[in-house]
């Protein structure tokens, strides 16, 4: 006798493990673009290796006046609500893998990442904001924590990218079993 396919929890739904993730893409895709099109390359934000005080000088001077406030008024907005959105997907993945009977431990490391990685995203670009208000006078300890954000925050979307990728085959394993 053939087994029936087993039924999933509506609350979360199967093409969410698909579409979720994409739309985390074409919205860091989009706040790159938006970024571009104000003329404020977001070198700070992108910054594998941490940054000083030297390099937030320089750029914020590169910036002038004008770029400084289109950072600061247009571009930290748009990447925080890309942030919180990322956040939010991490969070529905942890609950869609954990309604799908995965354990709780492999819900939170596929999610984790973007769940963890939108806060810090988050507090990055609040402490981005400082540095912007703050400017001319850049201290080194909020330049350390911009920093340190950053890389955090850096790392934990490239394993949430690969959480996304790990959650969708693990939502649609059984269907293919």
Not at 91 to 101: E, K
Not at 141 to 159: C, E, M, W
Request: aromatic letters at 14%.
């Amino acid at each position: 006798m053939i087994d029936a396919v087993p039924f999933y929890p509506a609350t979360v739904p199967l093409a969410f493990f698909v579409w979720g993730p994409a739309l985390v893409m074409v919205l860091f895709w989009a706040v790159g673009f938006w970024s571009s099109r104000q003329g404020v390359p977001r070198m700070l934000e992108n910054d594998w290796n941490g940054f000083n005080v030297a390099d937030v000088e320089k750029l914020f001077a590169m910036y002038g006046e004008t770029h400084r406030a289109r950072y600061r008024n247009r571009v930290l907005p748009a990447d925080v609500a890309c942030a919180f959105t990322y956040a939010i997907v991490g969070a529905i993945l942890i609950a869609g893998l954990s309604m799908r009977g995965q354990p709780w431990w492999v819900a939170a490391l596929c999610g984790g990442g973007w769940l963890l990685g939108g806060l810090c995203d988050v507090a990055e670009n609040l402490s981005v904001a400082r540095l912007l208000d703050k400017y001319p006078k850049v201290e080194a300890g909020d330049v350390a924590f911009a920093s340190r954000l950053t890389q955090f925050k850096l790392v934990l979307f490239l394993l949430g990218t690969v959480g996304a990728v790990a959650a969708a085959y693990l939502a649609f394993k059984p269907l293919a079993a």
